[in-house]
């Protein structure tokens, strides 16, 4: 695996994965463009996810809610109020940091005197960051006094009261930028599948307990963006929300923690590089009655990938009409504007209730993050050389074969190699590349770092040019297998059967 992320962003820019947003104008903080590559592997993991939770299921339906948001959406979800992250500001450098991520790469004497002057039991974090949230004037003193570092400078700072600040990206709808046009880019697709339930139910017909999986854009204006595509400002969520009835909850959750924990490994994720990790109590979102994070041991520290909540009916009880009538047992702000009830009417007694929600929400970057830093591998050759290597599942590779006419300057091979990879790309597999540029040794290095499982060459016995004159091995190639780097000589027709069973899932 990679050891830093900066061998990975270096590697991910050199070969075309992914690319700082805006570049040319000096980046776009927060955000990254994937390039050639970087879709290709990007849009594999979404397909796998996709495959898993709705096709091979029998209790998902998808969806594809929009990004822009109305305003009355994030009101009742809760997200205007508090979906918030404590932010600070270095009065010497002018520099802001969000608050629990400055003090958790403080040093341990600093932080001691912070225990020490908020009065908190040394080691919890969390109880710090919210005693200091609870008295910002004492806190922003503190930390000042305790010599908290700037991270920028590696010097104490003079700090400013901690304060909150609220994550959503504002927009306008319409030609007139005023309140009442106010609009969000959706801060999670979740919200998108709870105020569509009773159109999908109504759609379906669906019985409890079923699902709604849906992948998309996500936007927070996070207040420090970083560790490469792990922290972003803009990204990709892959979320299920799985309505159960109440009473059933706890087992759909244990359910949902063990298939996605499955899942992550049947993409190439070590188990021991995944830490599922129960929320305590004191750290839980409002809404949730449990939580699991599945954690990835990233290049950059042991950090969230997915995480798989309990959530009550606070969701489609925050949404809903008739909210008296429906027996909600979550705290919800009093709705006055829903048109729906989202709610559901027990087929046997006749009798409405509001369903409970397991949600796995996963992240699509991190996932990309965690598949390159798992699949990269720096190699010895036995001539002393060093290759490095990107060992995707194949099923995952940006490119699943390489087709590379070993001579650039035979008509006949590089015709022989084009109509090859033309009917291997026919097969549906993903993507087959013509790969005619450099030496054939510098496109197997190419092919190596970029994950390509299989480099395909087409030579002189394939076109019935055999050194001993002979013709026996027409119409056979060498195929050359990624991680081995052994080749065998296969017959064209077989190629099919070959990447077929190589690529299935
Ligand atoms: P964190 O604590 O790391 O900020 P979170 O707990 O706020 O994350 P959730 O709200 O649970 O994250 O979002 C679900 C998933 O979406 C996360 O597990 C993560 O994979 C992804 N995600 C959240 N925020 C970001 C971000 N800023 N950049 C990239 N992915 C993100």
């Not at 805006?22 to 495959?51: C, M």
């Not at 991520?101 to 969390?126: I, T, W």
């Not at 599942?393 to 090859?420: D, G, H, M, S």
């Not at 076109?463 to 000589?489: C, F, N, P």
């Amino acid at each position: 695996p990679a050891s830093t992320l900066d061998e990975l962003v270096a590697l991910c820019k050199r070969r075309g994965f992914i690319f700082q947003g805006s570049e040319i104008y000096g980046g776009l903080q927060g955000t990254y463009d994937y390039g050639p590559l970087g879709v290709e592997l990007k849009n594999n993991l979404k397909q796998a996810w996709w495959r898993r939770n709705v096709y091979e299921r029998d209790d998902m339906e998808g969806l594809d809610a929009s990004i822009l948001t109305h305003r009355l959406v994030l009101h009742y979800s809760g997200h205007e109020a508090t979906f918030a992250d404590p932010m600070v500001d270095n009065r010497i450098t002018k520099k802001r940091y969000r608050l629990d991520h400055l003090l958790k790469d403080q040093p341990e004497a600093v932080l001691s005197r912070l225990y020490r002057a908020l009065e908190v039991e040394e080691g919890h974090l969390h109880a710090l960051v919210q005693a200091m949230m609870a008295f910002p004037e004492r806190a922003g003193g503190a930390m000042t006094a305790a010599g908290v570092l700037d991270p920028a400078t590696g010097e104490p700072g003079d700090w400013t009261p901690p304060r909150y600040f609220n994550m959503m990206f504002k927009t306008y709808v319409g030609p007139v930028e005023e309140e009442a046009a106010l609009a969000y880019l959706r801060p999670e697709t979740a919200q998108g599948i709870f105020i569509n339930f009773k159109n999908v139910l109504d759609a379906t017909s669906r019985k409890l307990p079923f699902g709604i999986a849906q992948i998309g854009k996500a936007f927070r204006n996070e207040i420090t963006p970083r560790n490469f595509i792990f922290r972003v400002r803009e990204f990709e969520q892959m979320e299920i929300e799985y309505f159960v009835r109440p009473g059933e909850d706890e087992y759909w959750h244990r359910y949902w923690v063990e298939e996605r924990l499955k899942w992550w490994q049947e993409m190439g994720l070590s188990r021991e590089n995944l830490v599922p990790y129960q929320q305590p109590k004191e750290e839980l979102a409002h809404y949730a009655k449990a939580t699991v994070d599945i954690l990835y041991r990233f290049p950059h520290g042991l950090e969230e990938l997915e995480g798989i909540a309990n959530r009550t009916d606070f969701d489609l009880g925050s949404h809903t009409k008739d909210q008296d009538e429906l027996g909600i047992t979550a705290k919800v702000l009093r709705n006055e504007h829903s048109t729906a009830r989202l709610a559901y009417r027990d087929p046997d007694t006749g009798k409405w209730f509001v369903p409970y929600v397991i949600e796995p929400s996963a992240g699509v970057d991190r996932g990309v993050l965690a598949l390159l830093a798992e699949a990269f591998t720096r190699e010895e050759l036995p001539n002393g050389e060093e290759r490095i290597v990107l060992k995707l599942k194949p099923q995952l590779a940006p490119i699943k074969a390489a087709v590379i006419p070993l001579a650039k300057n035979r008509p006949e091979i590089t015709q022989y190699a084009k109509a090859l990879k033309a009917r291997l790309q026919a097969l549906g597999l993903g993507r087959i590349l013509y790969e005619d540029t450099g030496n054939i040794g510098k496109a197997y290095r190419r092919h190596d770092e970029v994950g390509t499982p299989f480099a395909i060459t087409v030579d002189y016995d394939t076109i019935g040019q055999s050194k001993d004159g002979t013709t026996k091995l027409k119409d056979t190639v060498t195929v050359r297998d990624r991680d081995t780097m052994e080749q065998i000589r296969l017959h064209v027709d077989e190629l099919e059967g070959f990447l077929r069973e190589k690529l299935r899932w």
